[in-house]
């Protein structure tokens, strides 16, 4: 793994601190993507079989996407703004900042003992325990490893978040980071039960009709920059509601504008009331962390997100001068 200044432990270390605790949070950041919520709760499937109590927590109050609601254990979920409990251990997966754990946070504060488990390099770590390796491919990997570290069954509902975590950040393996060590761990889950064809038609052939009217929306205003290498689009809240939508029915078309032939860096932007929420994707080697770092923003090499402070049209025009730069 990669050194990074917030590791200060090993995955060895982390199964004995797990071992020894009776009660355990869990939580990722907020607005959860699949290897958010799939290392959280395959983590929490491996705990509770080994008679844990498990609180699986959300970051904030808004709903699960519909694709990941078939994961085992969506119906333990609860707001972290409702558990008064002083858990053992909290573990924070897939978030590197205490910012990102939003409402998790204050749990994270009182409890006896905190773990990080995560690939986002940061600066410094916000954990008694933190294990971060941003050269592994997803969260999920990592929990993957430390379920077997803690001695649990690993077959059916494990093997399945975790699958689902790693295929999800992988783009259903096919990003850059799709290696070979990505696709010895999915043989391995798929050995241990999880189901590729029916995790995939879950996540990736579920979308809604809204999805269907923004992807309308974002293909119309599509913007390209450098002669076809960079691609801009945007949504604003009067197109969620003309449409129905919800936060979820947009998250597929970062992944369309990425499609386009000739494109290198794609953006997609949606109003999030007075700001703006930024999603960036590298089909190359272009380092578009670097970019969302421009706007406070961060994420990986190849894919990344920031949140701008002003209206769509000044994301979109500050936007397009640092993107006119990219080598």
Not at 68 to 78: K, N, S
């Amino acid at each position: 793994m990669a050194v990074t200044p917030q590791t200060n432990t090993t995955l060895e270390e982390i199964a004995q601190v797990l071992l020894k605790a009776h009660t355990v949070a869990i939580c990722g950041h907020v607005s959860p993507d699949g290897d958010c919520l799939g290392s959280g709760l395959g983590l929490a499937c491996a705990l509770r079989q080994l008679g844990k109590t498990v609180f699986t927590l959300t970051a904030g109050p808004e709903s699960i996407d519909a694709s990941l609601r078939f994961l085992p254990g969506t119906f333990q979920l609860m707001s972290a703004s409702l558990l008064s409990d002083v858990p053992d251990v909290f573990v924070a997966v897939d978030v590197p900042i205490p910012e990102r754990l939003g409402e998790g946070d204050a749990v994270r504060r009182r409890a006896g003992t905190t773990v990080t488990v995560d690939h986002h390099a940061t600066d410094a770590p916000m954990a008694d325990y933190s294990y971060t390796d941003p050269d592994v491919a997803a969260t999920a990997l990592l929990v993957w490893k430390l379920c077997h570290l803690l001695g649990a069954d690993c077959e059916g509902a494990v093997a399945t978040c975790c699958y689902t975590g790693l295929m999800t950040d992988t783009g259903r393996f096919q990003y850059q980071n799709a290696t070979s060590a990505v696709f010895r761990a999915a043989a391995e889950m798929v050995e241990a039960g999880a189901l590729p064809g029916e995790i995939s038609r879950e996540v990736f052939q579920n979308r809604s009709r809204a999805s269907l009217q923004l992807e309308a929306v974002a293909i119309e205003r599509m913007e390209f920059l450098r002669e076809g290498q960079c691609v801009i689009s945007w949504l604003t809240e009067d197109d969620f509601q003309r449409a129905g939508a919800v936060k979820a029915d947009a998250e597929p078309l970062i992944n369309l504008l990425r499609s386009v032939s000739g494109v290198r860096v794609a953006c997609m932007l949606r109003q999030q009331g007075d700001a703006v929420r930024g999603s960036l994707r590298a089909k190359d080697d272009t380092d578009v962390a670097s970019i969302a770092r421009s706007f406070g923003g961060g994420g990986h090499r190849a894919a990344a997100g920031f949140t701008f402070q002003g209206s769509v049209a000044q994301a979109v025009e500050a936007l397009g001068v640092i993107l006119s730069h990219v080598e």
